[in-house]
Structures are given as structure tokens and as C-alpha cells.
């Protein structure tokens, strides 16, 4: 597999960059993929429930997630597929999206049969360390804060970063946290 470019791809294919993901306010990837034409994002209940992705209307287990080109599996999952921790999956740390819609199957196997899903994450830029601080919130005490810090030195390119969504959600005692790390 090497990368190409969208115009040299026989493939249906939608890339949401991080500009268009904060545009958006989406803090997880379920939100930031819910505009993408083919794709039906389901949620079922208040953030961070169980939620789906289905590409051109497959079944949700038929979308494989990559990260960096690494599949994210659920062991616990009979079919392997990620759909249990969709919810959970923070749009801080990636620099764009790629949806790849149509079967998949021939690069990336038969878990790829409705479309791919590929996050791609931020990397750092020569030059002086660049630091970010975001807070927002809402109703039912929900609130989002992510930090991060990313620059390069001679040839060496680094990212750290750091976020955390909470609520009471709409049903008490139905409260959710989650963290996560981008490095």
C-alpha cells in the first residue's frame, strides 16, 4: 500500500481535514464523519454511547478504522469489528480523516467490504514549539478541553497532546468521561 494521490484513485473518497473538524466544532469521529456523503453515523443514546459507522449501507462492522494504516480491533468482538468504541474516539489528535467508500476488501481485507475509515495523526512542523489550549461546554454540565504541544528541531517532528469529554448526559445517573492521549 503507498499513498497516491485522490485524483490517481478508482475509489470514492472523502478527506475532512482538522480545520474543517474544529469549523464543525466535532470533538469525536462520529460527528466529524456525519456529513460524508455514504456514510450513516448512528448513535444510540447521549455522548458516548454505542455508536456506528456504515459506508454506501453495509453493516457497521463492515467499515474497518485504521490508524495510520493499523486496524483498530475490538478482541472482545466476535466479528473483530471497533463499533463498540466508536463513541469514544476523540478528533483532537488527528490531522484528517480519510472515508474510502465502496469495498475495500482487496487492500485491506474482508472486515474493509463497505469502506475504510483511516485517521492520520497530527505531527509537528520545524520551527518554535507551538502550544494549544481549547475549552468549551455545555448543557448538562458537558464540557470538552484538549491541550496540545507540537514544533520540530533539526529533522525531528513531535506532538503531545491531551483531551478529556465529559457530561451528565440527558438521563442522571447516565454520566461519561473519557480521556485520551495523542503522541
Known amino acids: 500500500?503507498?499513498?497516491?494521490?485522490?485524483?490517481?484513485?478508482?475509489?470514492?473518497v472523502s478527506v475532512v481535514r482538522a480545520e474543517q473538524i474544529e469549523?464543525?466544532?466535532?470533538?469525536?469521529?462520529?460527528?466529524?464523519?456525519?456529513?460524508?456523503p455514504g456514510a450513516r453515523v448512528r448513535t444510540m443514546g447521549s455522548l458516548g454511547d454505542f455508536s456506528t459507522i456504515q459506508l454506501r449501507g453495509t453493516r457497521p462492522w463492515d467499515t474497518l478504522v485504521l490508524i495510520e494504516g493499523m486496524?483498530?480491533?475490538?478482541?472482545?468482538?466476535?466479528?473483530?469489528?471497533?463499533?463498540t468504541f466508536l463513541g469514544d474516539v476523540f478528533t483532537d489528535h488527528f490531522s484528517q480523516i480519510e472515508v474510502m467508500r465502496g469495498t475495500g476488501s482487496t487492500l485491506y481485507g474482508s472486515e474493509a467490504i463497505g469502506g475504510v475509515v483511516h485517521l492520520r495523526m497530527k505531527q509537528g512542523t520545524e520551527g518554535r514549539p507551538h502550544v494549544k489550549a481549547e475549552f468549551?461546554?455545555?448543557?448538562?454540565?458537558?464540557?470538552?478541553?484538549?491541550?496540545?504541544?507540537?514544533?520540530?528541531?533539526?529533522?525531528?517532528?513531535?506532538y503531545?497532546?491531551?483531551s478529556q469529554n465529559g457530561s451528565d448526559n440527558?438521563?442522571?445517573?447516565?454520566?461519561?468521561?473519557?480521556?485520551s492521549f495523542g503522541v
Do not use: C, W
Request: glycine fraction near 14%; aromatic fraction near 10%; hydrophobic fraction near 30%.
Open 136 to 158: 468549551d461546554g455545555g448543557s448538562f454540565e458537558t464540557i470538552h478541553h484538549a491541550y496540545q504541544v507540537s514544533g520540530g528541531i533539526k529533522g525531528f517532528d513531535y
Open 170 to 179: 440527558i438521563r442522571n445517573p447516565d454520566t461519561y468521561g473519557a480521556r
Open 1 to 12: 500500500r503507498m499513498e497516491e494521490p485522490l485524483n490517481r484513485i478508482g475509489r470514492s
Open 71 to 83: 486496524p483498530l480491533r475490538d478482541a472482545s468482538d466476535f466479528q473483530g469489528s471497533f463499533t
Open 23 to 36: 469549523a464543525q466544532g466535532s470533538h469525536t469521529l462520529t460527528e466529524a464523519v456525519r456529513n460524508v
Open 160 to 162: 503531545l497532546g491531551y
